[in-house]
């Protein structure tokens, strides 16, 4: 129902930064190798994202906005090697629930579909052009739910928020051409040419880029790698650690904590590297499907990580002062 939708969105879509990731988690999951997010004010006036995925068959459109409606689990053993981002199918009934929404989406060589749905409800259905991919927009958003427009920050907090995303995406998937466009202005470009170096380039600047060294480890149950800042070089923020485990943006604090502490930051107190680190494992030992939004995870043998990540870090950096 129209009304477990909004209760859901409450969950899924609390910002207009978590409507462009789910949108764009979508996109990634189809597919695509472009993927070109415009916003204006922040989001709240609108948000677009299009990709050049494989689109939605036509008799699936209808499904695609009804709760639960997720077309990625096929058994239950999926359930617990969960490869796509989205899972729940919650994001589209959510965001549809509380804003207007103009989706037009065509799968290879056939004709497009363009809808629109006001409210939860679909107003209009026609054919449109058929490129292959899937153009969502969402205008007005939270127009029905005040309370939920209330809470939100100043238009600088949830842009920032939405860049925060669109990075995050963009570090996860090197393989994939992002663009953010926000009122006209182009805040982030990537190349899509599966190289990160490229992606930390456009995020955080070429001097930046420059100077962060590669480090990898592993053992019998992870593999951790990365670039990191050196710390003579930078005085970042804690905000500049960025983990994937196994491809997914996560945040952990005890995998915080374990940079921290290889950075060695028991010494100089208030310093932060700047960091993309990813970590990977037997899917079997992460579990996603802690939170609606999926950046919480529970992984088994969190410890010997946190180990193994702040002894990779630690030795590279005390190669670097050799
Ligand atoms: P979930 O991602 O959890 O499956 P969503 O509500 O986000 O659920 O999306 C519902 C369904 O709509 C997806 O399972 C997918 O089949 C389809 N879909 C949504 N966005 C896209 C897209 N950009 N390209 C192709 N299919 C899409
Ligand atoms: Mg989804």
Known sequence: SI??????????????????????ENSIDAGSSQIDIVVEDAGLKSIQVIDNGRGIPVDEIEMAFRRHATS?????????????????????PSIVSVSDVVMETATEGKPGTKVHLKGGKIIDKQISESRRGTKVRVDNLFFNTPARLKYL?????????????????????????????????????????????????AIYGINVARQMVFFEQENNDFKVQGYISLPKLTRASRNYMSFLLNGRYVKNNHLSKALVQ???????????????????????????????????????????????????????IAQENL
């Open 3 to 24: 009304l477990a939708d909004q209760i859901s969105a409450g969950e899924v879509v609390e910002r207009p930064a978590s409507v462009v990731k789910e949108l764009v």
């Open 72 to 92: 990625k689990i096929a058994s239950r053993q999926d359930l617990f090697q969960i490869v796509t981002l989205g899972f729940r199918g919650e994001a589209l």
């Open 153 to 201: 920050s100043s238009i600088q907090t949830e842009l920032s928020a939405i860049t925060d995303i669109v990075n995050r995406l963009a570090l996860s998937h090197t393989d994939i051409a992002f663009s953010l466009l926000s009122n006209g202005r182009e805040l982030l470009h990537t190349a899509g040419n599966g190289n990160l170096k490229q992606v930390i380039s």
């Open 262 to 316: 290889g950075y060695g930051s028991k010494l100089m107190v208030g310093r932060y590297p700047i960091a993309v680190i990813s970590l990977r494992s037997d899917p079997i030992l992460v579990d996603v499907n802690v939170h609606p939004t999926k950046q919480e995870v529970k992984i088994s043998k969190e410890q010997e990580l946190c180990d193994l990540l702040s002894q990779s870090v630690y030795q590279r």
